[in-house]
């Protein structure tokens, strides 16, 4: 008998609704309360090797609306980091490959704009509330939580940030936050003053929404499948604290176009190994795919031509880690259209045990089906089979169910 289970792939987006506002703490709460596991969370910052860390998430009402409030403790803690102090911390944690490399492009993000605001070299930027330990929380259990959630898409209303004063480490500044406003300027990000006189949006939260998304305004047509509120600490007479996050599946799953952006850059003065290293480092940055391709360039010389394909929001991002890595003077950027297959993961249940398969639709038919390589290469070495004989049989399986 062929046990057969259908489920859409990860094909998720996440919108984030910031009526009041957002905090780093408040992302986090919302994704615990649409599903992310707190204790799953817990066992990733545990392995940041700070001490004694815990956290802590109750709930409480804000406005009559019932949300989740997430609260960081370190007791003992009181660290300004350096952001190398930071990556090393991310660097030896064991929160996987995607979420160490936001993390640290987040706090490099944060380091460049604070060094910009103040003058300072970005090594020389001392991290006040960016560094102690619930911002360094906020931001790897946000990155957590995309991973673990599945979501692909991160959407934003426009931003509330609040307004009157902020008591910082630097004195009284107007809200929102010098890092708060340049972090929004970069990513052409939509603002809107109030809805009290409060500083309603922080450094930390516009660092994570601006990194991961990719458009901000109205919320489109999606299929919901899950809602959080995460509750901010303070409470307002008429506007309840709170950030919502919807996720959601789009309502056509693989739709039948997009646009992504490529990036080419023509390199022949790098050794592999340093191409390689920025190759993993822009797919754990979020590049859709990553290639080289062999060419000759003028005076004989062999070279590459490195190509990444991403989403236009990530596009910048990309291209400033192919700079850092000193491979290129100059990057090609190309927008292009794109048509796929809308996508699904079944999953069959062989007597080799469970294999995934990747399948495409076209309009509504199966055109396209692939065991998963990591599925079948772990079936193989288990079973002691050929990799070619646990792919016949997951296919048949698959032929099976779709009799």
Do not use: W
């Amino acid at each position: 008998m062929v046990e057969v289970y259908v489920s859409e792939e990860l094909m998720k987006t996440a919108y984030f609704d910031c009526l009041a506002g957002c905090g780093g703490d408040m992302i986090v709460a919302a994704m615990i309360d649409a599903g992310l596991d707190a204790d799953f969370l817990q066992s990733r910052l545990d392995s940041l090797g700070i001490a004694d860390l815990k956290i802590k998430v109750e709930k409480v009402m804000r406005c009559g609306i019932s949300a989740l409030h997430f609260t960081p403790a370190a007791p003992g803690e009181h660290h300004h980091r350096k952001l190398s102090d930071i990556i090393e911390i991310v660097a030896q944690s064991d929160i996987g490959e995607s979420a160490k490399g936001h993390t640290a492009d987040i706090f490099r993000k944060l380091a460049e704009v604070e060094g910009r605001i103040h003058a300072k070299d970005v090594e020389a930027v001392c991290f006040h509330e960016v560094g102690a330990v619930d911002s360094i929380v906020d931001i790897v259990g946000a990155c957590v939580g995309f991973d673990a959630l599945g979501v692909e898409e991160v959407c934003c209303s426009a931003l509330s940030v609040g307004g009157g004063t902020i008591q910082s480490a630097h004195g009284l500044l107007p809200a929102p936050a010098p890092a708060t406003v340049e972090l929004l300027k970069e990513a052409n990000a939509p603002i809107v003053g109030g809805p009290v006189d409060s500083e309603l949006l922080t450094p930390t939260a516009a660092a994570i929404l601006t990194h991961f998304a990719g458009r901000f305004g109205a919320m489109g047509a999606m299929k919901v499948q899950a809602t959080g509120y995460g509750a901010g600490t303070r409470q307002f007479d008429d506007v309840p604290n709170v950030l919502r996050l919807i996720v959601g599946q789009t309502e056509e799953p693989g739709a039948d176009a997009d646009c992504v952006c490529v990036l080419e850059c023509n390199i022949d003065d790098a050794d592999g190994e340093t191409v390689g290293f920025a190759m993993d480092r822009l797919l754990d940055a979020g590049a859709l795919d990553v290639f080289t391709t062999a060419i000759g360039m003028k005076h004989n010389r062999p070279a590459v031509m490195l190509s990444v394909i991403s989403s236009p929001a990530k596009a910048s991002d990309l291209e400033r880690i192919i700079f850092s890595a000193g491979l290129t003077l100059g990057i090609r950027r190309q927008l292009i259209a794109r048509s796929r297959l809308a996508r699904q993961s079944v999953t069959v249940r062989t007597e080799f045990g469970s294999i995934r398969i990747k399948t495409g639709s076209l309009q509504g038919r199966v055109v396209s089906a692939k065991p998963e390589y990591a599925d079948c290469a772990e079936a193989a070495g288990k079973h002691g089979l050929s990799l070619k004989a646990v792919r016949k049989a997951a296919m048949e399986a698959f032929r099976q169910s779709t009799v």
